[in-house]
């Protein structure tokens, strides 16, 4: 890290506390208009209240409100919650398992300043001006990225909460098509907000800025089982996975099989319960506990199988602006950035595949390449000329 900071250039000197200093305005501006929030909590409410007044107040519809509580989705939102049947334990679980989903908006900020700083390492830093190929060793040093996981974790997970995170921007959408959510406008900005993160770096916001990706990945970093992370499963497999569950979320959630309209099977293995410290549903304990352990010897389990920003990420990753992009006029298929990839994505794009696999931008295959072949630019940029872009 020392050497890596001795061979910047001036110039990227000035690159790098000038980012630092537009990160911390960012976040600065966020805590600024932060609004305030409207002290809410299940103690408000009471079982003479019928649905229809309880759910605009926790900002969901009624039928959203009505899912909470168990009930059908169509049941009569004029009732009382007595005459439905409804126990003060049960309202009171219902209440606050939709407060723990309230947007902490500063987190917005939070994820906007470190994707920036991380397209701005992946780009401009990682590789100093003042070095050659044959100090390439030093290139793109581990403690940048482990220092970002590590504040993810901590603030855009246990330090804010669950909510907001990518994975459920996405489900809120398609909740908020289904009818659950009242305010489509702002879950669908929410979702593009994410999206953008992801399309400006190859899935930069899942690679650095996920709480629980970092989480995740900050686990896989652990030096055990080193013979394990060699083996990888097939993306066709896990790709394959990833879209015959989200498939089935949306046909149970749109009432097209099953009889549980309005129902979210991610909400039962939802790991992100973990930074909210919410984890009575076993389903949830299980997950979390299988994400974390697999974690040891495998990459990114939940977003490989699981998560559906994720998948829909990846579908749009073909419009990545800045990503790891290889010359192939160079590359001689040596190896050394498909072994030093922890999933198929450096394999798939040296054999030109069509269809690739997800790139996280960890970094791992920046620095291994001997004929210095491949390059974290822009779109378009042959990767044998100098990268500065900026």
């Not at 209240?49 to 009624?62: K, Q």
């Not at 908006?105 to 397209?119: N, Q, R, S």
């Not at 994400?291 to 990545?320: A, N, T």
Request: charged share 20%.
């Amino acid at each position: 890290m020392r050497t890596w900071f001795k061979m910047l250039s001036k110039r990227q000197i000035q690159w790098l506390y000038g980012t630092l200093a537009a990160m911390a305005v960012i976040i600065l501006i966020g805590i600024i208009i932060q609004p305030e929030r409207e002290e809410v909590s299940a103690e408000s409410f009471y079982l003479d209240n019928s649905i229809a007044d309880i759910a605009p107040t926790l900002g969901v519809t009624g039928k959203a409100f009505a899912k909470e509580l168990k009930l059908d989705i169509e049941v009569s939102k004029k009732l009382s919650l007595r005459e439905l049947g409804i126990t003060e334990e049960e309202l009171q679980h219902a209440v606050e398992h939709l407060l723990s989903h309230e947007d902490t908006m500063i987190k917005y900020y939070i994820f906007a300043a470190l994707v920036l700083g991380a397209l701005i390492y992946l780009v401009r830093l990682g590789r100093p001006d003042n070095s050659d190929i044959r100090q390439k060793k030093h290139w793109y040093p581990n403690l940048p990225y482990l220092m970002t996981l590590i504040i993810t974790v901590i603030f855009c997970g246990f330090a804010f909460g669950k909510s907001p995170n990518p994975m459920e921007s996405a489900v809120k959408l398609f909740k908020t098509i289904a009818g659950l959510y009242p305010d489509p406008f702002f879950k669908t900005i929410a979702f593009l907000f994410f999206l953008l993160l992801a399309v400006v770096g190859s899935k930069i916001i899942c690679g650095w800025a996920c709480p629980f990706g970092a989480l995740q990945e900050l686990i896989y970093f652990i030096p055990v089982l080193k013979k394990l992370k060699k083996k990888k499963i097939p993306f066709w497999i896990t790709n394959t996975v990833r879209g015959i569950i989200f498939i089935i979320m949306l046909l149970i959630l749109f009432g097209l099989i099953g009889s549980r309209k309005g129902l979210v099977i991610y909400h039962y293995i939802n790991p992100f319960n973990l930074f909210n410290f919410d984890l009575e549903e076993n389903t949830i304990l299980i997950a979390v506990a299988i994400f974390l352990i697999v974690s040891f010897g495998f990459y990114r389990s939940l977003c490989q199988f699981i998560c559906p920003f994720g998948f829909i990420s990846w579908i749009f990753e073909r419009l990545s602006i800045f990503s790891v992009r290889i010359d192939h006029d160079l590359c001689t298929k040596c190896g050394a950035c498909i072994r030093a990839c922890p999933l198929d994505s450096a394999k798939a794009k040296v054999e030109k595949k069509k269809i690739q696999a997800d790139c996280f931008s960890c970094t791992r295959c920046l620095n291994v390449c001997l004929i210095d072949a491949i390059k974290y630019t822009i779109a378009g940029k042959h990767t044998c000329k100098k990268s500065n872009v900026f």
